[in-house]
C-alpha cells in the first residue's frame, strides 16, 4: 500500500525558498520529491505505511527547521 502527503510551506520570497530547497534535496532520495513554486516550497512524500509516512514527513519537517535556523542566523 502507498501513502502519500503534500507539504506546502510558503516564504517570504523565491530565493529563500530556492536555499531550502537546495539544502534539503540531500536528504529526499526516492521518498520526497520538492519542487519551488514561486516563494512556495512544494513536497510530495511517500510511503509504504503510515509509520513509514510519519517518520519520514518528521525527518523532513526537522531538516526544513535546521535549514530555516540556519538562513536565519546568516
Do not use: P, W
Not at 42 to 57: A, F, P, Q, Y
Amino acid at each position: 500500500m502507498k501513502i502519500t502527503c503534500d507539504v506546502n510551506i510558503e516564504y517570504d520570497d523565491a530565493k529563500k525558498a530556492k536555499t531550502i530547497l537546495r539544502s534539503i534535496q540531500v536528504d529526499n532520495l526516492n521518498f520526497a520529491k520538492s519542487q519551488i513554486n514561486g516563494t512556495r516550497l512544494e513536497t510530495h512524500i511517500t510511503g509504504n505505511s503510515v509509520s513509514s509516512l510519519l517518520h519520514t514527513l518528521d525527518d523532513y519537517l526537522a531538516c526544513i527547521s535546521v535549514a530555516e535556523k540556519v538562513i536565519k542566523k546568516k
